[in-house]
């Protein structure tokens, strides 16, 4: 399941059924799961754990160090969950002792070609990011997120659960959950109605949330009145409370407004 012309450092643990393409690198520190696939040309290095199941297809970088002139060499991490598709040209870098110490990918995502998760960054499940999508450091992408083509996101800003950007979008702030912005800089655009009903919420559980985007974007409130609003609105509906939630976490960049 090895090519021949790739070279795997015999520390390396690799799944006995993991396939690695023609001249790809697999470092020492790399563990990779049962199912899981390399394409050619990849290069896998640094203390990176992948788990099972993934398709990561070719000219990969995963596992190299930070972008970052404080890194000193420390033994941080890249962690990769499972059932992931990886497409050509990504780059994921390890974390900084300064931060988590790890950037990860979570479960069932669909990552296309040439895009960048920087150091610190953590990814959830289910989530779409097409091709060239630049995430800079310590970044954070809720599940089911959808972020359009070329979307580039500021360090620490976080982009929630359900939301989704359009093409070439810039986000400086944080994006709330079940959020469409987009622009540059991006700003907030309604509701990801369509993708919600996808996903199974119910039309009640959609219009509460629409009730809550209003709230927060067209009530002509303050943002802290808003979020007491909003905290009243999520005892009734459930879903609600995922925007609740994220609101109370302190921003580092505040919220697209």
């Not at 995963?62 to 990769?80: C, F, N, S, V, W």
């Not at 059932?83 to 990918?105: K, P, S």
């Amino acid at each position: 399941m090895i090519h021949e012309t790739a070279i795997v450092n015999p520390a390396a643990k690799l799944a006995e059924d993991v396939e690695v393409g023609a001249y790809s690198i697999i470092g020492e520190h790399v563990e990779i799961g049962a199912g899981t696939s390399i394409g050619a040309h990849a290069v896998i290095s640094g203390h990176t754990r992948i788990g099972c199941r993934n398709r990561i297809f070719h000219n990969v970088s995963l596992g190299e160090i930070p972008q970052d002139k404080k890194y000193a060499g420390e033994p941080t991490r890249l962690e990769i969950g499972d059932d992931n598709v990886i497409r050509e040209c990504c780059t994921f870098n390890i974390g900084t002792a300064q931060d988590l110490g790890y950037t990860r990918l979570g479960d069932r995502n669909w990552i296309m070609a040439y895009v960048h998760l920087a150091h610190d960054c953590v990814v959830g499940n289910e989530t779409v990011l097409a091709n060239c999508v630049q995430l800079a450091g310590h970044v954070e992408i809720g599940d089911f997120a959808i972020l359009g083509g070329f979307t580039g996101v500021h360090q620490f800003c976080r982009v929630g659960a359900h939301a989704i950007t359009g093409v070439s979008s810039v986000v400086l702030a944080d994006v709330p959950p079940f959020v469409t912005a987009m622009g540059n800089t991006a700003q907030p655009h309604g509701v990801n109605t369509e993708g919600l009903k996808r996903r199974g919420f119910s039309n009640e559980a959609v219009k509460e949330i629409r009730r809550a985007y209003r709230t927060l974007y067209r009530s002509g409130l303050q943002l802290d009145e808003a979020r007491d609003a909003i905290v009243l609105q999520a005892r009734d509906c459930p879903e609600v409370a995922l925007l609740s939630e994220f609101l109370a976490v302190k921003s580092r960049r505040s919220i697209i407004r």
